[in-house]
């Protein structure tokens, strides 16, 4: 499979962008890899990138995007933090993907048993690890459906936390970033979430 260039990625539309990301994923979850020449596409992206998408998703060591969606080597910008949380240096990385580097995608990409979100509902206190993961607490506001056992123990409670983190990040980078939000509006990106399930490897959308 070759890299993209300019004019292959330009033709794309934001819905054939995320048809190409369920695809890879479907590639990944039945074990069948695309085949690329690695050093290939080292030499092709060598003077130029073009992206087809932005991908937020955690620090966990099982996340990779290029992986779970079987994507190589300039097809995708990653975005990666713990809890797959926004914050400004991250929304100004989106808003130079999709608008000056012309990417057609933002995922928010969270995933099961995610340990930033179980740090979250435990309250968890360290260092600047706290900063962090104050980001996540509005989540947890959301979750009104569980009355006890408000914690990391509680896994119904902590997928449902991990689930409303995905949906107030998509959220937020609408409410955060008029660039994107007119972008959108005007069909030339689309923002979705989703989530990956470290079981299965399948990731679900939420469109």
Do not use: W
Not at 1 to 15: A, F, G, V, W
Not at 24 to 30: A, H, L, M, S
């Amino acid at each position: 499979m070759r890299t993209h260039t300019k004019e292959t990625r330009d033709k794309l539309t934001p819905d054939r962008t995320l048809d190409i990301l369920k695809e890879g994923n479907e590639r990944f979850v039945n074990n069948i890899k695309s085949h690329r020449n690695l050093l290939e596409q080292v030499n092709e992206t060598s003077t130029g990138q073009f992206p087809f998408a932005a991908i937020l998703s955690c620090i966990d060591s099982r996340t990779s995007a290029e992986l779970i969606f079987d994507q190589g080597l300039g097809d995708i910008f990653s975005i990666r933090i713990a809890g797959n949380i926004l914050n400004e240096d991250i929304l100004g990385s989106m808003e130079f993907a999709c608008k000056i580097a012309g990417s057609k995608l933002i995922v928010v990409l969270g995933h099961t048993n995610c340990g930033a979100i179980e740090g979250a509902c435990n309250n968890v206190v360290l260092g600047h690890v706290t900063t962090l993961l104050n980001k996540i607490k509005p989540a947890i506001e959301m979750e009104t459906k569980t009355i006890a056992e408000r914690n990391g123990k509680n896994l119904p409670f902590v997928q449902n936390v991990t689930v409303n983190n995905v949906f107030n990040v998509v959220q937020k980078i609408k409410e955060q970033s008029s660039i994107l939000k007119e972008m959108e509006q005007s069909n030339q990106i689309r923002i979705v979430g989703g989530l990956h399930d470290l079981e299965t490897g399948r990731v679900v959308f939420y469109e």
